[in-house]
């Protein structure tokens, strides 16, 4: 057998790990600019410099591999820098949501174990509060600029070391990556960098990235998909990325029409904003070639009207989640014609099954929840070996997802588990009654919930944001649903709002409107 000296060696030339994957991203793009942010630019061997540079100085600071490394912070070219660091020395990186306080961010910190902190210079109060009850050992900025632990001062330090020799693998956890929370308290999924790189390979293959794409990143590089579907895979292929703070509307609009960008994502709400923002016709959009669209379910009609109006460019739908890196199925473009509402067939990686409470597969267009097999799949939740059990029980990742399969093997995403509605004992999935909503000429947006009732247990109950200058009534609306579903399906209640709740992602938040509206069913009722 080698001895531990030869497997170290043998790990180190195989290169199974983000760090030797960015180094030969480096040697072969060289020069390329593979990071804009704010007038700064970084070519790709710039940036594994700077990697190798924040690696070297944590290690020299006494961080060891597995250690765990928050990063508190927005979207910024340090944020990257850091969290390739990370990988290339070995840490264990904790992307946090930048809008968390309080309890939530202070669960996080201390649940993961974090020994360091990185954080924008603006949230440090939240931060100092959070950080009472954690075990910190140090806290430095992302983005300052100066300071002896600050990332972009330490990347941009011609004279600081980028000598580092750690050995890491395939089965290293490179990343903890904490779910949303909704049902229970976060659980932080242990991605490998195997896992990952398997992520990309898939990316990069069903999403047809290209070294000639111009990306533009305006989603939170906490969240996984911008991370690991877009910005990761799209610097291994080389191609460059405009990395911007959060997706403003007319940021976006104006960014795509100067930089002449090629590939953009976006979760359905955004591309909402987009359609509906009033200078959306007077930028030229025709250098788009590539439109991404998940994190949620994106309505026909909505879908149907991006099409229609940006006509030269190819729509992907991309559905996933955190524990499988995120990606697991992509509908290409040259599918949507005849499956619009599908999110496609599994990616390259990926195997799924659609099955009943024992397991079993149920027949094409039956619901059941949907499970997967990958080699991008986390390894389980950090430190909760209860809940690791039951999502890999049978042998299979539980995506907590209803949908079903067609005969030719597409995946139709029903409704989150928790967001279907039993109504009276009918079960009512919220994204068809969303879809027949959305037809109305006057709708903006909508989100459709369950909410107590004393009659039905849980109604139907609709949220509506109107298109500016438009308008309908309870009434019309319902009058107009009917056209369009079963009696039971209608809404039992409407409530018209000025706007949607969504986190920093861009992604709705049911659960806002479960527990503000909980208790006050009944301002707007559906006969």
Same mark, same amino acid.
């Not at 946090?96 to 309890?103: K, P, Q």
């Not at 070294?211 to 579907?229: F, G």
């Not at 599994?346 to 079993?360: A, H, K, Q, S």
């Not at 309908?472 to 706007?499: M, Q, Y």
């Given at each position: 057998?080698?001895?531990?000296?030869?497997?170290?060696?043998?790990? &180190?030339?195989?290169?199974?790990?983000?760090?030797?994957?960015?180094?030969?991203?480096?040697?072969?793009?060289?020069?390329?600019?593979?990071?804009?942010?704010?007038?700064?630019?970084?070519?790709?061997?710039?940036?594994? @410099?700077?990697?190798?540079?924040? &690696?070297?100085?944590?290690?020299? #600071?006494?961080?060891?591999?597995?250690?765990?490394?928050?990063?508190?912070?927005?979207?910024?070219?340090?944020?990257?820098?850091?969290?390739?660091?990370?990988?290339?020395? !070995?840490?264990?990186?904790?992307?946090?949501?930048?809008?968390?306080?309080?309890?939530?961010?202070?669960?996080?910190?201390?649940?993961?174990?974090?020994?360091?902190?990185?954080?924008?210079?603006?949230?440090?109060?939240?931060?100092?509060?959070?950080?009472?009850?954690?075990?910190?050992?140090?806290?430095?900025?992302?983005?300052?600029?100066?300071?002896?632990?600050?990332?972009?001062? =330490?990347?941009?330090?011609? !004279?600081?070391?980028?000598?580092?020799?750690?050995?890491?693998?395939?089965? @290293?956890?490179?990343?903890?990556?904490?779910?949303?929370?909704?049902?229970?308290?976060?659980?932080?999924?242990?991605?490998?960098?195997?896992?990952?790189?398997?992520?990309?390979?898939?990316?990069?293959?069903?999403?047809?990235?290209?070294?000639?794409?111009?990306?533009?990143?305006?989603?939170?590089?906490?969240?996984?998909?911008?991370?690991?579907?877009?910005?990761?895979?799209?610097? #291994?292929?080389?191609?460059? +990325?405009?990395?911007?703070?959060?997706?403003?509307?007319?940021?976006?609009?104006?960014?795509?029409?100067?930089?002449?960008?090629?590939?953009?994502?976006?979760?359905?709400?955004?591309?909402?904003?987009?359609?509906?923002?009033?200078?959306?016709?007077?930028?030229?959009?025709?250098?788009?070639?590539?439109?991404?669209?998940?994190?949620?379910?994106?309505?026909?009609? $909505?879908?149907?009207?991006?099409?229609?109006?940006?006509?030269?460019?190819?729509?992907?739908?991309?559905?996933?989640?955190?524990?499988?890196?995120?990606?697991? +199925?992509?509908?290409?473009?040259?599918?949507?014609?005849?499956?619009?509402?599908?999110?496609?067939?599994?990616?390259?990686?990926?195997?799924?099954?659609?099955?009943?409470?024992?397991?079993?597969?149920?027949?094409?267009?039956?619901?059941?929840?949907?499970?997967?097999?990958?080699?991008?799949?986390?390894?389980?939740?950090?430190?909760?070996?209860?809940? +690791?059990?039951?999502?890999?029980?049978?042998?299979?990742?539980?995506?907590?997802?209803? !949908?079903?399969?067609?005969?030719?093997?597409?995946?139709?995403?029903?409704?989150?588990?928790?967001?279907?509605?039993? @109504?009276?004992?009918?079960? $009512?999935?919220?994204?068809?009654?969303?879809?027949? =909503?959305?037809?109305?000429?006057?709708?903006?947006?909508?989100? $459709?919930?369950?909410?107590?009732?004393?009659?039905?247990?849980?109604?139907?109950?609709?949220?509506?944001?109107?298109?500016?200058?438009?308008?309908?009534? @309870?009434?019309?609306?319902?009058? *107009?649903?009917?056209?369009?579903?079963?009696?039971?399906?209608?809404?039992?209640?409407? *409530?018209? $709002?000025?706007?949607l709740p969504r986190n920093t992602a861009g992604k709705l938040l049911k659960r806002e409107l479960r527990r503000a509206y909980g208790e006050t069913v009944g301002s707007e009722t559906a006969a």
């Amino acid at each position: 057998m080698p001895t531990d000296v030869a497997n170290n060696a043998i790990a &180190a030339a195989r290169g199974i790990s983000i760090g030797g994957a960015l180094a030969r991203a480096a040697r072969r793009h060289g020069g390329r600019i593979a990071l804009r942010y704010e007038g700064r630019e970084w070519n790709f061997s710039d940036l594994h @410099t700077a990697a190798k540079r924040v &690696a070297r100085r944590f290690t020299d #600071m006494g961080l060891k591999r597995g250690d765990r490394v928050a990063a508190f912070g927005r979207n910024s070219d340090a944020y990257v820098v850091a969290w390739l660091g990370c990988a290339v020395g !070995g840490f264990i990186h904790v992307p946090v949501n930048y809008a968390l306080t309080g309890e939530e961010l202070s669960y996080i910190l201390t649940q993961s174990g974090a020994r360091m902190v990185l954080h924008d210079a603006d949230l440090a109060g939240p931060l100092a509060d959070a950080g009472k009850t954690a075990r910190l050992e140090w806290t430095g900025t992302l983005a300052a600029g100066t300071g002896e632990l600050d990332v972009l001062a =330490i990347a941009k330090d011609a !004279g600081a070391s980028a000598d580092i020799d750690v050995v890491v693998d395939a089965d @290293t956890v490179v990343q903890l990556l904490y779910t949303s929370g909704t049902t229970a308290a976060p659980k932080g999924a242990m991605m490998t960098h195997g896992s990952l790189l398997a992520e990309y390979e898939s990316a990069i293959h069903d999403c047809r990235f290209a070294e000639s794409d111009r990306s533009l990143a305006a989603l939170p590089l906490y969240h996984s998909a911008q991370m690991h579907v877009f910005l990761m895979p799209q610097l #291994m292929v080389g191609a460059t +990325t405009l990395l911007i703070q959060a997706p403003a509307l007319k940021q976006c609009l104006d960014l795509i029409e100067a930089h002449r960008i090629t590939s953009f994502f976006a979760p359905p709400t955004v591309w909402v904003g987009l359609l509906r923002h009033p200078d959306f016709d007077a930028h030229d959009l025709g250098s788009l070639e590539k439109l991404y669209y998940g994190a949620s379910i994106m309505p026909v009609p $909505v879908l149907q009207e991006l099409r229609r109006r940006l006509p030269n460019a190819r729509a992907f739908n991309c559905y996933g989640q955190s524990e499988i890196g995120p990606l697991a +199925t992509v509908l290409a473009p040259e599918e949507h014609e005849d499956r619009p509402a599908s999110a496609g067939r599994p990616v390259l990686n990926v195997e799924t099954r659609v099955v009943d409470l024992e397991m079993n597969d149920v027949p094409p267009g039956t619901h059941g929840e949907i499970v997967h097999r990958s080699p991008q799949l986390m390894v389980g939740y950090w430190d909760k070996e209860r809940e +690791t059990e039951e999502a890999f029980q049978g042998g299979w990742f539980h995506s907590g997802d209803v !949908g079903y399969l067609d005969e030719a093997g597409y995946l139709y995403i029903v409704d989150r588990i928790k967001d279907v509605i039993n @109504t009276g004992g009918v079960v $009512v999935a919220s994204r068809e009654v969303e879809e027949a =909503i959305y037809t109305h000429p006057a709708v903006a947006e909508v989100a $459709v919930v369950a909410l107590p009732d004393p009659k039905w247990i849980e109604a139907v109950t609709a949220f509506v944001v109107l298109r500016s200058g438009q308008s309908v009534d @309870t009434e019309g609306l319902i009058a *107009h649903c009917r056209g369009h579903l079963a009696p039971f399906k209608l809404p039992k209640h409407v *409530h018209f $709002v000025d706007s949607l709740p969504r986190n920093t992602a861009g992604k709705l938040l049911k659960r806002e409107l479960r527990r503000a509206y909980g208790e006050t069913v009944g301002s707007e009722t559906a006969a």
